[in-house]
T-cell receptor, first 118, second 115 residues
Framework: AQKVTQAQTEISVVEKEDVTLDCVYE???????LFWYKQPPSGELVFLIRRNSFDEQNEISGRYSWNFQKSTSSFNFTITASQVVDSAVYFC???????????????FGTGTQLKVEL | DVKVTQSSRYLVKRTGEKVFLECVQDMDHENMFWYRQDPGLGLRLIYF???????EKGDIPEGYSVSREKKERFSLILESASTNQTSMYLC??????????????FGDGTRLSIL
């Protein structure tokens, strides 16, 4: 069975600090995708990034960066120079191929609440 | 931009009522999903649909049913609401097809309270 673990329930940092959100996954599939979503207080989940299982290159987008390591089944997310607007719940998710025509069911972790304070 | 619209942000219903939650997407996506979100449990998949009139059970389908009569609309039905169904409900849609791992796009959520 697929599983995503986000061991950090809540993280508090002061603005401008760097912060890393951990994500560890389990799957028997050889082809899979990993995702990160952000859920601000307004409630809507916002898609941040998708990474396939064959691409282990790290990715940087502005203050965000992602470190995918298949050897440790981890897909960690780092925010550099955090800002108050980064305060949100962040979810890591894993997509399985599915046996029906639709595919791409997501298994979510339990989320990490990030609080960035002044 | 993809737009997924859920009919209500907040809803209060009584135990035993039949409750309908509606979701509409405007991007011609094949796949649509219903999740519930509870503190400490993350998002759990209730049902999903990969085509009109098609549906598949997710991880927690008990007490729920769904309807997809049109491609853009996916309804979640609580046949006889109970207090343990008080939760945040999130609808999502994505491109379909086997092997296509499109990102799911979410609505704003419906916070449902069953009294």
């Amino acid at each position: 069975a697929q599983k995503v673990t986000q061991a950090q329930t809540e993280i508090s940092v002061v603005e401008k600090e760097d912060v890393t959100l951990d994500c560890v996954y389990e799957t028997r599939d050889t082809t899979y995708y990993l995702f990160w979503y952000k859920q601000p207080p307004s409630g809507e989940l916002v898609f941040l990034i998708r990474r396939n299982s064959f691409d282990e290159q790290n990715e940087i987008s502005g203050r965000y960066s992602w470190n995918f390591q298949k050897s440790t089944s981890s897909f960690n997310f780092t925010i550099t120079a955090s800002q108050v607007v980064d305060s949100a719940v962040y979810f890591c998710a894993l997509s399985e191929a599915g046996v029906t025509g639709g595919g791409n069911k997501l298994t979510f972790g339990t989320g990490t609440q990030l609080k960035v304070e002044l | 931009d993809v737009k997924v619209t859920q009919s209500s942000r907040y809803l209060v219903k009584r135990t035993g009522e039949k409750v309908f939650l509606e979701c509409v997407q405007d991007m011609d996506h094949e796949n649509m999903f219903w999740y519930r979100q509870d503190p400490g449990l993350g998002l759990r998949l209730i049902y999903f649909s990969y085509d009109v009139k098609m549906k598949e059970k997710g991880d927690i389908p008990e007490g729920y049913s769904v309807s997809r009569e049109k491609k853009e609309r996916f309804s979640l039905i609580l046949e006889s609401a109970s207090t343990n169904q008080t939760s945040m409900y999130l609808c999502a849609s994505s491109w379909g097809g086997t092997g296509i791992f499109g990102a799911q796009h979410f609505g704003d959520g419906t916070r449902l309270s069953i009294l």
